[in-house]
């Protein structure tokens, strides 16, 4: 997947350069090239922003120098995706999508915004990150990177399955324990150390469930649970009524 970020900070991007990212920018599952909005400025003081029309606070992001650097970078085939507290709410299921995709352009706004003929004329798809707002689209756009590129086939190692984690089956994750079997006095689940797979894997989806059920019950009216589910579900709403 090639990724093409058009940003006033592209120095913000350093961290992406390390861990499983970095990785997977050094073995070429992912190439992801910056480039600096105010380079395409034909202003003398390479002004990128200017005073609103309308008036208003703030200031808005001139169109020029953003129509140009899209122009440089775009394919015929790009997903040009503007970070925006205006967007619709990322989840698991657009990065699911992106991570199919051949060439994303992650354009990131700063000040009060774009001006809007970039986003009628260039934009295909406008994303937040969650209802809160940044100050810019920079840390928006490393989000999207790190959780699209992870799904990429190879970027995580065999070892690193995402099959079983938060989200991948519309509930959240099981708690995980790792050694010692004892540490300051608080033990590991016994059911853990049983090595009867069949009762590990019924304990992780009721926990699994009550998990949801407890910080997400959003998700859990969403979910097309199967019989096996549903009677865990049970379980635990009565437990909770007790
Ligand atoms: N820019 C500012 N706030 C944002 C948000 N919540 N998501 C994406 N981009 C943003």
Request: aromatic letters at 8%.
């Amino acid at each position: 997947m090639k990724i093409n970020v058009l940003t006033l900070f592209p120095e913000m991007f350093n961290s992406l350069n390390h861990s499983i990212i970095g990785r997977a920018i050094d073995s070429g599952l992912i190439s992801i090239n910056y480039t600096n909005i105010r380079d395409f400025s034909q202003d003398k003081h390479n002004r990128v922003d200017d005073y609103p029309f309308g008036g208003g606070p703030g200031m808005v992001m001139k169109p020029g120098p953003v129509f140009r650097s899209i122009e440089s970078v775009k394919q015929d085939n790009s997903r040009v995706i503007y970070l925006s507290p205006k967007g619709k709410v990322f989840n698991q299921e657009i990065a699911n999508e992106l991570s199919k995709e051949d060439h994303i352009v992650l354009l990131c706004g700063h000040y009060e915004g774009i001006d809007n003929r970039v986003i009628e004329e260039y934009v295909t798809d406008e994303i937040s990150i969650g209802d809160y707002v940044l100050t810019g689209g920079e840390i928006a756009s490393m989000v999207i990177i790190d959780s699209v590129a992870r799904l990429i086939p190879g970027v995580l190692g065999k070892d690193e399955s995402f099959m079983d984690e938060s989200h991948y089956d519309g509930l959240l994750e099981y708690p995980q324990y790792t050694r010692p079997r004892e540490f300051n006095e608080l033990k590991v689940p016994d059911i853990l150390l049983s090595g009867n797979h069949q009762k590990i894997d019924e304990w992780r989806k009721y926990q699994s469930i009550k998990s949801t059920l407890i910080n997400r019950p959003d998700m859990i009216e969403k979910k097309d649970f199967n019989e096996e589910e549903k009677r865990i579900l049970d379980i635990i709403k009565n437990e909770i009524r007790k």
